[in-house]
C-alpha cells in the first residue's frame, strides 16, 4: 500500500487542499481542471465559460478571518526533501531566492509549516448550486465543454492566503535543531523579510509584502452527459488533490489522468 503524498497531504487535517505553487491571484470562483492523478490545473474564471441564466453569480467575501484551526496552527510534519520543495515555492511567491531555499536546512531530518495571520475568501456554495442550476454552457469552446459533461471542472469556492509563513525544523526523534543563520538569510530581499532570531530552536519566518493564496476548498461540477445540463455539486475531499500552476487548454485536447484525452464524436 502506497503511503499518501506529503506534498499535497499537509493541510488535510485543516480541510483545505494544497496549491503546489502558491499565488497572490487564485480567489474563489475560478476553474480548475483535472489535469492528472493528484493534480488540478487552473482554467480560468467560471463567468468566462457559463452563460448566466435568473440566478445571478454569487459575490466572493474576502478578508474574513480564517477558522481557527488554520490560523497559528501547525501543518503535519513533512519530510525534509518534501517540505524544502514546499517551502522554496513559499519563498519564490513571497518575493525571495527559490534557489537558496535548501540551504541552511542541512541538519534537519523533517519540516513542519505554521501560517501565521491567515485571511480566508470565499463564494457561498448555495448561491454557486443557484447560479449553475440557471446557468448554462457557452458553446463556442469545446475543451471545456468536453471537461465539464466528462466531470473534470472544479470551481473553487474558498481560499486561504498569508503574508507570513513559520518553519520548524526538526531532527530525526523531532526534537530542535539548530540552523544556518547566515546562509537562511540569503534569500531575503526587497519584498522579503526573514526572521532568524529563534532559528537557534529550528525556527526561522518568512514575511512578504503581498498575501498569497496556499491553500483552497473546491467543488466538483457534475453534468448530464447526454443534455449537457448541470445537474449536481461535490464537495473535494480536503488532501485529495493540489492545484498545480496555471496552464493553458489547447482547443481540441484535454490533459487528464494518464495523458492526453481525444474526444473524437460528441
Known amino acids: ?45 467560471l463567468r468566462d465559460i457559463m452563460l448566466t441564466g435568473n440566478n445571478p453569480l454569487p459575490d466572493i467575501s474576502v478578508d474574513n ?12 510534519s513533512t519530510k525534509l526533501e518534501i517540505g524544502l520543495n514546499i517551502l522554496g515555492n513559499i519563498i519564490a511567491a513571497l518575493g525571495g531566492s527559490k534557489l537558496s531555499a535548501s540551504a541552511g536546512f542541512n541538519r534537519a531530518k523533517s519540516l513542519v509549516f505554521k501560517f501565521e495571520n491567515v485571511m480566508e475568501d470565499h463564494a457561498d456554495i448555495n448561491l454557486l448550486d443557484q447560479y449553475l442550476t440557471t446557468a448554462s454552457i457557452k458553446a463556442d469552446q469545446r ?24 518553519i520548524m525544523a526538526k531532527a530525526d526523534n523531532q526534537a530542535e535543531t539548530t540552523l544556518d543563520i547566515p546562509v537562511i538569510q540569503q534569500v531575503a530581499s526587497g519584498s522579503l523579510r526573514v526572521d532568524t532570531s529563534k532559528a537557534n530552536e529550528g525556527i526561522v519566518s518568512y514575511k512578504g509584502s503581498t498575501s498569497v493564496v496556499f491553500g483552497f ?11 449537457k445540463t448541470y445537474t449536481a455539486i461535490n464537495p473535494l475531499d480536503s488532501g485529495q488533490m493540489a492545484a498545480k500552476d496555471a496552464g493553458s487548454i489547447a482547443p481540441n485536447y484535454l490533459s487528464l489522468d494518464e495523458g492526453v484525452f481525444f474526444r473524437v464524436h460528441d
Open 1 to 45: 500500500m502506497s503511503r499518501p503524498d506529503q506534498s499535497i497531504t499537509y493541510l488535510k487535517d485543516h480541510g483545505y487542499c494544497v496549491v503546489r505553487l502558491p499565488r497572490s491571484d487564485m480567489r474563489p470562483l475560478q476553474t480548475l481542471i483535472h489535469a492528472g492523478k493528484k493534480d488540478l490545473q487552473r482554467s480560468g474564471e
Open 65 to 76: 478571518a480564517a477558522p481557527l484551526e488554520i490560523s497559528g496552527k501547525e501543518s503535519s
Open 143 to 166: 475543451s471545456v465543454t468536453n471537461a465539464l459533461i466528462d466531470d473534470k471542472v472544479y470551481v473553487i469556492n474558498s481560499t486561504i492566503k498569508t503574508t507570513t509563513f513559520t
Open 217 to 227: 476548498q473546491a467543488v466538483q461540477l457534475i453534468y448530464n452527459d447526454a443534455t
